[in-house]
């Protein structure tokens, strides 16, 4: 099952380690049939707000990206506007999932979540996409 990330699922994860969204990265970065993967226009946003929060250090940001970076990572789509969404700054984040023929987006975002499915991807937020690996709650 190949996962794609959206920047709220890793901002999360990586501003509060004890979460339920760095204990989803966790398990999918370790689990041999799950692939994680993301975009570069998430790469790129989540550079941006991890470097606006005071609390995570510049060295421990440039390791993060250097770690994402070693996972498989979509190049910005050429075409996003095949895309509808609500939020129009959505639109690249899809598409990237899209074409990484993600099984699964997970995000937070609600103009992503009211989707569902789009074009076989299913669109998840961090939670039920724990229960339905983990069985946990």
């Known amino acids: 099952m190949k996962i794609f990330f959206d920047t709220n699922v890793l901002v ?12 989803l990265f966790a398990e999918v970065i370790r689990t041999p049939f799950l692939g994680f993967v993301t975009g570069e226009v998430v790469i790129t946003e989540l550079e ?18 250097h770690l994402l970076r070693q996972e498989e990572i979509i190049r910005l789509p050429t075409d996003p506007k095949t ?13 990237s999932a899209l074409s990484a023929n993600a099984d699964v987006l997970v995000t937070g975002d609600d103009d992503l979540l009211v989707l569902g ?3 076989g991807v299913k669109i998840m937020n961090p939670r039920a996409l724990w229960e339905l690996l983990t069985g946990e709650k």
């Open 83 to 95: 895309v509808f969404v609500r939020d129009p700054d959505d639109a690249l984040v899809l598409a």
């Open 12 to 23: 999360s994860a990586f501003t509060s380690r004890q979460g339920l969204c760095f204990k």
């Open 48 to 65: 941006r707000v991890l470097t606006r929060q005071s609390k995570v250090s510049t060295q421990d940001i440039q390791e993060l990206l």
């Open 117 to 119: 499915n789009t074009a």
